[in-house]
């Protein structure tokens, strides 16, 4: 059973950068085939696709966080990571991972992970 | 803004039927494949539907999927209380190089 546990300090300052960890158990984020993304749903709202990076290491933007945006692997501790810059109130949603199937016109996310409510206030 | 339009929320009796439309433009469902999601709050996003039509792994044969043109559907039949939750039309635009979902639309199971 693939499982992924998003982890994350739940605060943010405004003009900070927030840090998140997905660990993965159950499948290598090394395994040919498989991206990893990050997505999140604002408070009220629909979801958000942030990004993701594939099983070499390449990262994909959303071209709206892009300027903020860094996602990288631990390949060693079966974890991707998420790093948004400059935060602000609009930042503020619960945070997802997920692994995702990517080919040409298709994109799908299975399984994901439970979320974790970020909030960016002083 | 969500990039698909979903109805807010649906309604229906246990036992009956429900259909949940996504519609979308050119960009996205109009020349990519469609994917539903079901969402108890608290709970992970569970993916139902892949492909437009193909149900995931373990998901029960009341749930299917569709697409005609720049709209989707997911149908549920035999509707459960267990049934009870968002749902989520999900794409990839190819024209803003970016995933492409909708709102959400809110199952109650009256």
């Known amino acids: 059973q693939v499982l992924l546990q998003e982890s994350g300090p739940g605060l943010v300052k405004p003009s900070q950068t927030l840090s998140l960890t997905c660990l993965v158990s159950g499948d290598s984020i090394r395994r040919r085939g498989y991206y990893w993304s990050w997505l999140r749903q604002h408070p009220g709202t629909g979801l958000e696709w942030i990004g993701y990076?594939?099983?070499?290491?390449?990262?994909y933007y959303s071209p709206s966080l892009k300027s903020r945006l860094l996602i990288s692997q631990d390949r060693s501790s079966n974890q991707f990571s998420l790093r948004l810059s400059s935060v602000t109130a609009a930042d503020t949603a619960v945070y997802y991972c997920a692994r995702t199937s990517v080919e040409v016109a298709k994109i799908r996310f299975d399984p994901w992970g439970q979320g974790t409510l970020i909030t960016v206030s002083s | 803004q969500s990039v698909l339009t979903q109805p807010p929320s649906v309604s229906a009796a246990p036992g009956q039927k429900v259909t949940i439309s996504c519609s979308g433009d050119?960009?996205?469902?109009?020349?990519?494949?469609v994917s539903w999601y079901q969402h108890v709050p608290g709970t992970a996003p569970r993916l139902l539907i892949y492909?437009?039509?193909e149900r995931a792994s373990g998901i029960p044969d009341r749930f299917s999927g569709s697409k005609s043109g720049t709209s989707a559907t997911l149908g549920i039949t035999g509707l459960q209380t267990a049934d009870e939750a968002t749902y989520y039309c999900?794409?990839?635009?190819?024209?803003?190089?970016?995933?492409?979902f909708g709102g959400g639309t809110t199952l109650t199971v009256l």
């Open positions: 492909d437009n039509d």
């Open positions: 990076i594939d099983y070499r290491g390449s990262p």
């Open positions: 050119s960009s996205n469902i109009g020349r990519n494949y």
């Open positions: 999900g794409t990839w635009d190819t024209i803003l190089n970016d995933g492409a």
